[in-house]
């Protein structure tokens, strides 16, 4: 972690990484473990919230359980010298929640544009992979969608303490 | 069968869970009493929405409640990464894997057109250095490559989704 992230930025992140306290006053319950001011957490939390460092603070719901059952991760190869203006197609369509241009892997992996697609069914999620498909046109070379089948691990970010 | 997490058991949720979901993904207050301000937008008391949190982290209807970091924005980084896992060494890489602080996700992922990589991981480190390093440690313990896939370009993200109608 670089000087931009202080000592107690880093204290409160180990504190609250795998959760808030479930407690009527959280951010005092944190100053009392960490030894200082309710207001110091408070104005910490708040800074770097404003400064992206918390992208946000809140529920973070098992996708499964809130009914997303098919999660489809599309990946396609497409022209290089397209692929910023394809991504930003494919990433404002509103069943799209994650795109990236990522390197290729050849000769295993020939894909460079990732697209999560997430649906109440495998069949919902093939439909949109579809519309994904007919945007894309020509410019699809190939194109694969991997579902996940189970969950092995999902802890989030944990640094050491 | 593993210490994995099947997908179709769906726990139950009610009216006010969904609502709890929907209203709290983001934007939860930073004051004296965050959970009564929230509670109080909802239209419930402080203390059901308490025990409404307890007990959906308890179902695993939630995964966490509280920050989510954004460690690139600290010096650190994450990184997609995925492995060629034969079928037969399953449990012995999935333990290894796992067993690594540095994974912060692991999916199991298949295709109709078998592809042949079918565990993806997210790597999130404290510094950048830490990812080949991970990488490296990876591959020693399970002795298979492991496939980065750092992000080039992010054109799009946003991670809130609205709890689906039962299908």
Redesign the interface.
């Known amino acids: 972690m670089n000087a931009a992230t202080d000592e107690l930025d880093r204290r409160l992140i180990v504190a609250t990484q795998a959760g808030l306290p479930l407690v009527a006053q959280p951010y005092q319950a944190l100053a009392e473990q960490l030894g200082v001011t309710p207001d110091t957490v408070m104005a910490r939390m708040q800074a770097m919230l404003e400064r992206g460092k918390i992208r946000r603070i809140g529920a973070v719901p098992n996708h499964y359980a809130i009914g997303y059952t098919a999660n489809g991760m599309s990946v396609w190869d497409v022209p290089d010298e397209q692929i910023d203006e394809l991504g930003t197609r494919i990433g404002a369509l509103d069943f799209v929640t994650h795109a990236y241009h990522r390197p290729r892997a050849l000769p295993a992996w020939p894909y460079n544009l990732f697209a999560m697609v997430h649906g109440s069914s495998r069949e919902e999620v093939l439909t949109k992979v579809d519309e994904i498909r007919a945007l894309l046109g020509a410019a699809c070379r190939h194109h694969d969608v991997l579902f996940s089948t189970r969950i092995l691990k999902k802890t989030g970010l944990r640094i050491a303490g | 069968m593993?210490k994995?997490?099947?997908?179709?058991?769906?726990?139950e949720?009610d009216a006010v869970d969904r609502r709890?979901?929907d209203a709290?993904?983001?934007?939860?207050p930073?004051?004296?009493?965050?959970?009564?301000a929230a509670a109080d937008r909802l239209g419930i008391g402080?203390d059901e929405l308490?025990s409404r949190?307890?007990s959906?982290?308890e179902?695993?209807?939630?995964?966490?409640?509280?920050?989510?970091?954004?460690?690139e924005?600290?010096?650190?980084a994450f990184v997609?990464a995925?492995m060629?896992v034969p079928e037969a060494d399953w449990e012995r890489v999935?333990d290894t894997?796992?067993a690594f602080?540095?994974?912060?996700?692991?999916?199991?992922?298949?295709?109709?057109?078998n592809?042949?990589?079918n565990?993806?991981?997210v790597l999130?480190t404290?510094?950048k250095d830490g990812i080949p390093a991970t990488v490296a440690k990876i591959e020693a313990a399970t002795g298979l490559p492991v496939?980065p896939?750092?992000?080039?370009?992010?054109?799009?993200?946003?991670?809130k989704?609205s709890?689906?109608?039962?299908?």
């Not at chain 2, 930073?30 to 009564?36: G, K, L, M, S, T």
């Not at chain 2, 179902?59 to 460690?71: A, S």
């Not at chain 2, 924005?73 to 650190?76: H, L, T």
């Open positions: 593993r994995a997490q099947d997908m179709g058991n769906t726990p949720i709890i979901i709290l993904q983001g934007d939860f930073i004051c004296d009493r965050p959970y009564a402080e308490l949190l307890q959906m982290l179902r695993k209807v939630l995964t966490r409640f509280g920050p989510m970091f954004q460690i924005r600290m010096g650190g997609l995925a060629a999935n894997v796992n602080p540095e994974v912060a996700h692991n999916y199991r992922r298949e295709s109709d057109l592809t042949p990589l565990m993806w991981f999130a404290e510094t496939y896939f750092p992000k080039l370009k992010e054109y799009f993200v946003e991670m989704l709890v689906r109608d039962a299908a």
